[in-house]
């Protein structure tokens, strides 16, 4: 039962989502402290819940797809309701703790996350090839939850550096997906983006994207004034490194090899970044 509520509500995944609350919450206040509890269990209880939601959604089209159809609803390991069971009531859970961090206005923002993920962003995946800026859009919000809770403004110049980060990455982190399993995508009834625009053509603008994360994680060593060089050389490396793998993909085509090391230098920078922040 665990295996399968881990699965169903894409632990790993909803974890990492929750992460980006906590690099919000330290790049606004300097400070790890325990004003970072709540939001931190609210944001992963929700991604935990949508997450969870959108698997019932999709089971028909998982069914479908080698890469979905043992997870735990087409499988047969977990029935219907009890899914939809765990799933709402992780999300009961959420909004309390978006209660007890925000009042009404947590709620109501996460009313909207629910909105724009489940009800606007899962349909339009089987209608339009550009769905993926819903989920641009859904990217921003755990680092925006996490930079509120410290007490900062959104309209803070750091935020929309923070912010803009994190919708750029997005694009090129569900593209490198696509065009590794779009021919799957195709076979469960999805429109998908590569057949579109094809593949070469595809691949070279996530490419530009690509780039364009790295440029955007680069001025943000501008906006959150670095100046040690021991965390500057670090970013170098970072920054190189991701550059080197980024030059690869239109002769070689690594997909998922671009798509982890996409997520890593996002996840590190952010690492890097916060380190600065408390005690640099």
Known sequence: MIKNIYSLTKFHLSFTVS?????????????????????????????????????????????????TKNRPLPSGDMSYTAALTVSLSIIAISFVFAYLTHGFFGVILFFVVIIIYNLLYTPAKRKSIYAAVYGAILGVIPPYYGWISAGESALDFGFIALGIFFFVWQIPHFWLLNLKFYKQYEEAGFPTI???????????????????????????????QVESYIILGLILVLTLYTLFTISKLLKNRNYIYNFININVYMLLLMIILCVNALYM
């Open 194 to 224: 590569t057949k579109a625009f094809g593949e070469r053509s595809l691949e070279r603008m996530t490419f530009v994207w690509l780039l364009l994360t790295l440029i955007c994680g680069t001025f943000l060593i501008f906006v959150y």
């Open 19 to 67: 992460l980006s609350c906590v690099f919000g919450y330290i790049l606004a206040k300097n400070s790890f402290d325990m004003g970072l509890l709540y939001p931190f269990i609210a944001v992963l209880f929700l991604a935990l819940g949508v997450s969870a939601l959108n698997q019932i959604q999709e089971y028909k089209q998982d069914a479908l797809m080698p890469r």
